[in-house]
Structures are given as C-alpha cells and as structure tokens.
Nanobody
Framework: QVQLVESGGGLVQAGGSLRLSCAAS????????MGWFRQAPGKEREFVAA???????????DSVKGRFIISRDRRDNAKGTVYLQMNSLKPEDTAVYYC?????????????????WGQGTQVTVSS
C-alpha cells in the first residue's frame, strides 16, 4: 500500500520559517515527480512547488517563489522523500499542505495529474 505522510506543520508568526517533510512508503518512487499543494478554507487546492524525480528540475508558484524551496533526498530517491522549506511566511500561506507523487518525467501544476496524495499537514501563520 502506497503511503505519503507529511509532517512539520504548525503555528508560526509571520516572517518565520517551517520545514515540511513528506515520507513515502509502499513502493519505489524512482521516476516519480513530487509536488506540494495547499488548500485554504473555502478555496480550491492550489499548486505550490514541484520537483522532478532526478531533482534537477523544480518549479514554483509565483506566490511562493523566492521564499519556498523544494528538495528531495537524492540518497533516498527510491523512497521519494521530499521537503519544503518555507521562509518569510505570510498569513496568506495558512493552509493545509499536501504532498503528492506523479509518475512522470516532467513536472506539472495540475493536481489532477498526480497519482498519490498524503493526508496533509496544517500550517498556520499568525500576523
């Protein structure tokens, strides 16, 4: 059974930082691109960042570019462990953050293309 488990969420003041982790299990994720999405109350799920399976390509939403960094542990590529370092957090970053995996050679922003999803971790940024 494939599982993606996010961790690292919490409450932080504006301007602070958090690091989210996504641990994958149940299969090898070699060949899978990994993405982070978020969903705020009353809003649709939106793309945040993605990284190719090789870790050579990354892509960010304009709203987080320059503040967030996505990475994955190359030593553990088969398991697909991925991280999201979030700096200079703003109240508008408050949402449930989800990790997702897509078997693809390139990265995409459409959540419908992703095959596996985690349960999400709450990030709350206070002003």
């Amino acid at each position: 059974q494939v599982q993606l488990v996010e961790s690292g969420g919490g409450l932080v003041q504006a301007g602070g930082s958090l690091r989210l982790s996504c641990a994958a299990s149940g299969r090898t994720f070699s060949g899978y691109a990994m993405g982070w999405f978020r969903q705020a109350p009353g809003k649709e799920r939106e793309f945040v960042a993605a990284i190719s399976w090789s870790a050579l390509s990354t892509y960010y939403a304009d709203s987080v570019k320059g503040r967030f960094i996505i990475s994955r542990d190359r030593r553990d590529n088969a398991k697909g462990t991925v991280y999201l370092q979030m700096n200079s957090l703003k109240p508008e970053d408050t949402a449930v953050y989800y990790c997702a995996a897509e078997r693809a050679s390139s990265i995409h922003v459409d959540p419908g293309r992703y095959d596996y999803w985690g349960q999400g971790t709450q990030v709350t940024v206070s002003s």
